[in-house]
C-alpha cells in the first residue's frame, strides 16, 4: 500500500499500479441486500432456485453495479493521502462487466493511479480499476475512476 501525506506526493506514481486489495467475498445474501436497496431485484440476482435452473450460472450473480460499489471501499487498501480532509467521487469512465460473478465469488481490486490533476479547488484523480475475479483470467470488471481530493480540514 502506497501512504503519502499530501497529493501532490503521489505525481511521481502517475502511470503505476498503487496497489492490490485483499479478496472480498460476495454471497447471496449480500447480493439480495444490494437489490432490495437498490429495487434490481430481478430474479437472477435474487431467486437461486431459478437461476440454477435457467442460466448456465449454477446460482445467482452480482449485480455488476454492486461489483463497482466495492472500489471506493477495497482502494482504501491500496493507498492513503493523510492530509485529504474530503473525497468526492466525480465519475466513472470506460465500464465494462467482463466476466459473471456467480454468488459466492471472491474479487479483488488492482488500482493503478493514470492522471493526476490540479483544479482550482482539489486535485482530480483518475484510476484505472480492475476487479479482479478470483479462479478466473478475465476480470469481474474493468474501469476509470475519477475523485476529486481535497486538502485540509475543512476543506
Known amino acids: 500500500m502506497i501512504a503519502v501525506d499530501r497529493v501532490a506526493e503521489l505525481s ?19 447480493i439480495a441486500a444490494f437489490g432490495n436497496l437498490t429495487g434490481d431485484t430481478h430474479w437472477v440476482h435474487m431467486d437461486a432456485g431459478r437461476a440454477k435452473r435457467e442460466t448456465p450460472f449454477g446460482g445467482t450473480i ?65 484510476f484505472g480499476c480492475t476487479l479482479e475475479l478470483e479462479g478466473s483470467e478475465r476480470p469481474a470488471a474493468v474501469c476509470e475512476w475519477i475523485c476529486i481530493a481535497y486538502e485540509g480540514d475543512g476543506a
Open 12 to 30: 511521481p506514481l502517475v502511470g503505476q499500479e498503487l496497489g492490490v486489495s485483499d479478496w472480498v467475498g460476495l454471497d447471496e445474501q449480500a
Open 62 to 126: 452480482a449485480h455488476g453495479f454492486l461489483v463497482l460499489a466495492l472500489v471506493t471501499g477495497l482502494s482504501k487498501q491500496c493507498y492513503a493521502v493523510r492530509g485529504v480532509g474530503r473525497w468526492m467521487n466525480y465519475g466513472l469512465d470506460k465500464v465494462r462487466f467482463t466476466a459473471v460473478v456467480v454468488a459466492r465469488a471472491r474479487l479483488r481490486l488492482r488500482l493503478k493511479l493514470l492522471e493526476l490533476e490540479p483544479q482550482k479547488a482539489g486535485t482530480r484523480l483518475r
